[in-house]
């Protein structure tokens, strides 16, 4: 049977968009695919080595609240200080409760499983980001990197 | 219930955890010894179907006992 590859691009940076890519990699790795995930843009958030990642009911009508908020509460209270870090406290909480995983945890059996991890060198040059902000093991690379495996891939996600 | 070499308790866990954790598990097993997950995650069921499907293991045995989910699972 020949090995299944799956091609990811990730490119959002917020908690909740940071389970996608590492769930979807970290299961296709242990079903035989040789996966890649090609960080760009916020993405490059998901490789810091002391992730703070965040989430936000900001725009999103689609975010379920706690206590019925979405009901009740102006959106222009989302904005307010503080608003931000408290509704990822509650949802780092409440991942924890129903035995999700952690997305460092996620990462870590990404990188075991050896599912590659590369960061688009041009956005970290765009952002002046530096290569000692990430973990170890990842790559650096461009678009013409990606496609040379995305080109062969079973199958190709844009997160 | 079955005999088997290996137990991994999944109880809490939720997806993909269940499945990661058997990966890992069945890596240092023997071809042909038997592990046996239990889980409580609903969705396991369907995924031990497609996990052992997709990777050869066999699923030699699938079933739910007082809320949790045994799996038998034989490596190839």
Redesign the interface.
């Known amino acids: 049977?020949d090995e299944k590859k799956l091609a990811i691009i990730a490119t959002k940076g917020s908690l909740d968009w940071a389970y996608p890519p590492f769930?979807l990699a970290?299961?296709a790795a242990?079903?035989?695919y040789e996966t890649q995930i090609f960080f760009t843009f916020y993405g490059l958030q998901l490789l810091k080595k002391k992730l703070a990642l965040e989430v936000t009911p900001l725009g999103n009508p689609g975010m379920p609240m706690p206590m019925g908020m979405d009901k009740w509460f102006p959106v222009l209270g989302l904005a307010l200080p503080g608003m931000q870090g408290m509704m990822t406290a509650m949802m780092k909480q409440k991942m924890k409760s129903?035995?999700?995983?952690s997305v460092d945890e996620l990462r870590d059996?990404c990188q075991?499983?050896d599912v590659k991890l590369i960061a688009c060198q041009m956005t970290v040059d765009l952002f002046d980001m530096d290569q000692s902000e990430f973990i170890d093991g990842i790559e650096y690379a461009g678009a013409a990197a990606f496609f040379e495996f995305a080109g062969e891939s079973d199958i190709c996600l844009y997160i | 219930m079955a005999e088997f070499d290996q137990e991994l308790d999944a109880s809490g866990l939720n997806c993909p955890l269940p499945i990661l954790r058997a990966k890992k598990t069945l890596n240092g097993m023997d071809a042909g010894q038997v592990l046996h997950v239990i889980a409580t995650d609903p969705g396991s069921v369907k995924d031990f179907d497609a996990f052992s499907k997709q990777t050869g293991n066999e699923l030699m045995e699938s079933k739910e006992d007082g809320g949790k989910f045994h799996f038998m699972i034989k490596k190839s």
């Open positions: 049977m769930i970290s299961t242990a079903l035989g129903k035995g999700v995983a059996l075991e499983a």
